[in-house]
């Protein structure tokens, strides 16, 4: 039995830090936020099964551009294949970086929030060990004021048993201001998650 999403294709496209960087090409698109060294260039490798698509940095703070990617991504045992866009935005809250850096990352995160056209969902990242910081509440909050359709990933799900892994989730949710809030726990070296995240974008980006 084939799986219902199966990613056929996945390559770098470009980087930019300006609109007019953006791809011409226009293809609904997911972005994938959070803090620094949450695991997102992790995440999205084993998202896409090519180890080294996204750049993994031990050092927080080295993505300080939007790197976009296309995939192709065929449904349902169909034959065709269909293109999206992934998005790798900076992470926030590096307390090293320079105040300048800062600033200059949020300004051009958020023009691309506001501009994207083809941008159907974000993907917000958060450390599953760790209660959300201001800075995740404030992107949480942010991206639901301008009616941005959030899915919050709890990454790193293989550093905790089954337990906490619970208890971190109620606090996630409590934290964050919604106690129904669905969280999905990813874990890249057991995979998990994996298929869940396809079935989303799926909904999001192809339906």
């Known amino acids: 039995m084939s799986e219902p999403v199966v990613i056929t294709k996945a390559a770098y496209l470009a980087s930019a830090v300006r609109r007019d960087q ?56 169909g034959e065709e294949r269909h293109p999206v866009h992934l998005v790798d935005l900076p992470g926030y809250g590096y307390a090293k970086a320079a ?55 709890a990454t790193k799900a293989d550093k905790l048993g089954r337990t906490a892994r619970q208890k971190q989730l109620s606090l996630m949710r409590r934290t964050l201001g919604v106690p129904d809030l669905s969280i999905l726990p990813y874990s890249v070296p057991k995979n998990e998650g994996r298929t869940e995240l396809l079935d989303v974008m799926k909904e999001y980006l192809l339906e």
């Not at 105040?99 to 990242?125: D, G």
């Not at 800075?135 to 004021?145: E, G």
């Open 22 to 77: 953006y791809p011409e090409e226009q293809c609904p698109a997911a972005a994938f936020i959070g803090r620094s060294n949450v695991g997102k260039s992790s995440l999205i490798n084993s998202l896409t099964r090519i180890r080294q698509l996204a750049h993994v940095s031990g050092k927080p703070g080295k993505t300080q551009t939007i790197n976009f990617y296309e995939l192709l991504m065929r449904i349902d045992g």
């Open 99 to 153: 105040r300048e850096s800062r600033n200059t990352w949020a300004k051009f995160i958020e023009e691309y929030f506001l501009h994207a056209e083809n941008l159907h969902f974000v993907a917000l990242l958060l450390d599953i060990r760790h209660a959300p910081m201001t800075s995740d509440c404030k992107m949480f909050d942010w991206l639901v004021a301008h009616d941005i359709p959030v899915l919050v990933i």
